[in-house]
């Protein structure tokens, strides 16, 4: 694993998901294409979350911390309780977009970390190594996530007209 190759991944997927979440307005970033999808600002809020809780938080935690103990998370279930939908667009923006500077930050700031640490979780056995390349294939969903969602608001912006010859999604 090339540290520097990942971290410029990371570095990269930042300004991919500011870019698309460019020109959304507040009601357009709650739209959701059907009941079982997520929106833009609920993907959003999710990546919040997953930064400051999950990916920065675990990677630390098994390059740092195991005497203490692992920081359970339940990503699914925060859609819901913690009210995604219902979130200020621009205040997550700003949120988000802080929480992964201070990831790229603290990333930057490791120095000879050691990637094949590891830790046992009840449901499987995560490197150092795993999680941050976790952490760079996450915003990778999160960008064609992020990629849908806006190709669906321009299905809803262009009615009546049909974006067809465009090509198949």
């Not at 979350?49 to 938080?57: A, L, N, P, V």
């Not at 390059?63 to 200020?88: K, M, P």
Request: with cysteine.
């Amino acid at each position: 694993m090339k540290f520097e190759t990942l971290y410029l991944e990371l570095v990269d997927s930042t300004n991919m998901i500011s870019a698309l979440l460019a020109g959304i307005t507040e009601e357009e970033a709650r739209v959701k294409p059907n009941a079982d999808s997520w929106s833009i600002l609920e993907t959003l809020c999710h990546l919040y979350d997953e930064e400051r809780e999950d990916f920065r938080e675990h990677l630390d935690f098994i390059l740092h911390r195991q005497h203490e103990q692992w920081h359970r998370i339940d990503s699914d279930a925060w859609v819901t309780s913690r009210n995604y939908n219902g979130q200020n667009f621009r205040e997550m923006k700003d949120k988000f977009f802080a929480e992964r500077s201070k990831s790229l930050d603290w990333l930057k700031g490791l120095s000879d970390a050691d990637w094949d640490a590891s830790h046992t979780t009840e449901f499987r056995i995560m490197s150092a190594g795993d999680m941050f390349a976790s952490w760079v294939a996450h915003d990778n969903l999160a960008l064609r996530q992020l990629v849908e969602l806006r190709r669906t608001r321009v299905e809803r912006m262009t009615q009546p007209y049909s974006i067809e010859y465009a090509g198949d999604w």
